[in-house]
């Protein structure tokens, strides 16, 4: 999986195997982030953990199931870059 995009909320990311391209959020609306973004740099930096756009991260893809007919892709990062 690749970061395709790095923004101040999330990241981009694409997953060629199942063609699939989503929006990792760090952070919940409302919430305060553990990650720290540098828009010269274009990093989102955590402790331990850094996400640039091209970093390679593993990611868990999930469905959640929880309305009925409207089933949706949850993506969310596993492991990240180090720094």
Not at 3 to 15: C, H, I, K, S
Not at 30 to 51: H, I, M, N, Q
Not at 63 to 81: T, Y
Request: aromatic share 6%.
């Amino acid at each position: 999986m690749c970061a395709v995009q790095v923004r101040d909320n999330g990241v981009v990311v694409l997953v060629p195997r199942y063609g699939i391209e989503g929006l990792v959020f760090t952070h919940d609306a409302g919430e305060r982030s553990a990650f720290t973004y540098d828009p010269e740099k274009e990093t989102l930096a955590a402790p331990g953990c850094v996400l640039r756009t091209f970093d390679q991260v593993k990611v868990r893809i999930a469905v959640d199931s929880s309305r009925p007919h409207r089933p949706k892709l949850e993506i969310a990062i596993a492991e990240c870059g180090e720094m």
